[in-house]
């Protein structure tokens, strides 16, 4: 979910429509970033939109803006109002629920010792404190393992599930990973010990031995369920698990039952971080997530938000780009289990020295990840000057961080809108690589095809990302493999490519209240994207450079409203320099609201995704 960058999948690469609905946005087919602008609302749910606002008595933007994310007349409530009650599932519509939530209630009633084995992103820190306070909550002291993302690399692996079961484990909890671990899980059963699988990776269909695989993604999985980050998978484990002990009767006489609602602010977190799409009980989710965080029980989240200036109701913007990278930094370049300590301890102390040491190494991993993205587009550029037409952008090094590499290729794929791959050279000519693609370009089935034809030595990934380990002596091969599979949709995909729009307001417009009201369709992320809105023809003022890479400025419309606006990450691309150049000049803007608080105020700034000179829309 990036907000501060347009994210792949609000630039859509659509089949051609008819005439009427091809037109561009204010004639804009090509813009800064060469992109066709589009109105988000198709001609042929207009009327839909109407009949939303005189239904439910809304305003007609908010009927434009529901319509445009493909809610029905009957899903206006539930959309509006999205609660676990109307949202969530029984769990044990999940395959291997039953049998995994009883196995680990098992655990708990005879007081086993349990360890925990996460994935180092978000997702894997927040599953792993979910479970980690579950069992606090019933007195036991779980293990959480985080493995090394350079030498342990992604999932559990033979040598620690080995020693996990040295260490004393009775029953080992896989997070976020675990689908496709053969040869760990074997260890786990060599040595009689159970292993419950709790993911949403894609699932091969022969799956691993394990005692129980909940993973809505596995393929015999008809929950319909596979939008769901791990965190959320894991809170359904805990509703299935809360069951099960009081039917076991372990609640009263001094234990009481744990308030899971509590615990939903780590399910908003991951939601919003593992970029799944905000639909269905993903937006029940992160709504009631927000809630609970505003009241800033989970100590270790609230040692964060104090370190990272979130002075503000939390929103998910501030959960993608403030509290997301900070807990990230300690898997990307540090000590990868920093995050699931930080969410899962009660130790105030202990969360505000892990808290100043992750925003630390996320200061540390910014200055890296410069110096990267400079050389890697440097490396770009020069291929491109070789032949303007690659379809697929490579750029390695072995002076880069393996931490970094898909930070850097989502920078150059939204740049040079084309996939990329950046790759991390090891000293023994293998290369760690993460890939990141655009709509109607998938690029995780040309890694895994690539696999079956021995040109790389493992990789996988979905349809916009991708990771892979190749041999440098390998990587032509593999660079013509993927141009070969590729190139006719990457050609057909960036000729399409568009930016949608909600429609056209001027800065009179953005006010608070029209905040409160577009928010009503929130809360927005992927699946579900921000509002945007175009500013014709509005005059630049003060533009300047601001930090290392972004771009402050205002626009004035004619009336003479005025708004603050700021595009990140713009300086030296074809968007930045069109802005400082234009001060006092016209140009079409497209953009996102944002609430910014200072100082106790609260005030309504823009975004900037894109702009166009309207003197040259069809440059």
């Avoid at 675990?178 to 059963?189: K, P």
């Avoid at 095809?449 to 349809?463: R, S, T, Y």
């Amino acid at each position: 979910m990036a907000l501060a960058a347009t994210h792949p999948s609000d630039v859509k690469q659509t089949n051609r429509r008819d005439a009427e609905q091809s037109l561009p946005f204010l004639g804009i087919s090509r813009s800064a970033k060469g992109l066709i602008w589009r109105e988000r609302l198709q001609a042929e749910a207009a009327p839909l939109a109407t009949a939303i606002s005189q239904r439910h008595g809304l305003p007609d933007i908010l009927g434009r803006v529901l319509a445009a994310r493909g809610v029905t007349l009957e899903d206006v409530e539930v959309s509006l109002n999205p609660s676990l009650k109307a949202l969530m599932p029984d769990p044990h519509a999940l395959q291997d629920m039953e049998r995994g939530a009883a196995r680990i209630a098992e655990a708990v009633v005879q007081r086993q010792s349990i360890a925990i084995f996460g994935d180092y992103d978000v997702d894997g820190a927040s599953s792993s404190a979910l479970l980690s306070r579950f069992f606090a909550a019933h007195g036991l002291d779980s293990r959480i393992y985080i493995p090394d993302r350079i030498f342990e690399g992604y999932g559990p692996n033979r040598a620690a599930i080995e020693s996990l079961i040295k260490d004393g484990a009775e029953l080992i909890i896989t997070v976020d990973c675990g689908t496709t671990s053969h040869d760990a899980l074997e260890a786990a059963m060599e040595q009689g010990v159970d292993v419950v699988v709790i993911d949403h990776h894609q699932a091969d269909e022969a799956l691993p031995p394990a005692h129980a695989i909940i993973n809505p993604n596995r393929q015999d999985d008809v929950s319909g369920q596979g939008q769901l980050a791990a965190a959320g998978v894991v809170f359904l484990v805990l509703v299935a698990l809360l069951r099960c002990l009081r039917t076991k009767g372990c609640y009263g006489s001094g234990q009481d039952e744990p308030d899971l609602l509590e615990w939903l602010d780590l399910v908003a977190l991951a939601t919003v971080c593992d970029v799944v799409p905000l639909t269905g009980l993903n937006r029940a989710y992160v709504a009631k997530g927000l809630q609970v965080m505003r009241h800033r029980r989970n100590p270790g989240l609230r040692a964060l938000a104090d370190i990272a200036g979130l002075n503000a109701p939390p929103t998910p913007y501030h959960l993608g780009f403030l509290l997301g990278p900070r807990i990230n930094a300690g898997g990307r370049i540090g000590d990868a289990g920093l995050g699931a300590k930080l969410l899962s301890s009660s130790d105030e102390l202990e969360n505000e020295r892990i808290a100043k040491l992750l925003d630390q190494l996320n200061k540390e991993r910014k200055d890296m990840e410069v110096v990267t993205l400079e050389e890697a587009v440097a490396q770009v550029e020069r291929a491109l000057e070789e032949n303007d037409d690659l379809p697929i952008l490579f750029a390695g090094s072995e002076d880069w961080h393996q931490g970094l590499v898909g930070l850097v290729s989502s920078r150059l794929t939204d740049r040079f809108r084309r996939p990329s791959f950046v790759i991390a050279w090891g000293k023994d000519g293998r290369g760690t690589g993460s890939g990141r693609s655009i709509s109607g370009v998938d690029l995780g089935s040309a890694v895994r095809a690539a696999v079956q034809e021995g040109l790389v030595v493992k990789g996988g990934g979905h349809a916009m990302a991708a990771g892979l380990t190749v041999e440098r002596a390998k990587l032509g091969d593999l660079s013509a493999f993927l141009e070969s599979r590729l190139t006719e949709d990457v050609r057909n995909a960036r000729a399409d490519a568009g930016l949608d729009l909600d429609g056209s307001i001027t800065p009179g417009s953005a006010t608070v209240e029209f905040m409160d009201l577009l928010e009503k369709a929130g809360p927005f992320g992927s699946g579900n994207p921000t509002p945007r809105f175009a500013f014709p023809a509005h005059r630049i003022g003060f533009a300047k450079i601001v930090g290392d890479a972004h771009i402050r400025c205002s626009i004035t419309a004619g009336d003479g409203s005025r708004l603050d606006a700021i595009a990140f990450r713009a300086v030296d691309t074809e968007l930045g320099e069109l802005l400082l150049r234009s001060t006092g000049e016209p140009l079409h803007i497209a953009g996102r609201l944002n609430r910014n608080h200072w100082r106790g105020k609260e005030k309504i700034e823009l975004m900037i995704d894109d702009v166009a000179d309207p003197r040259q829309p069809g440059r």
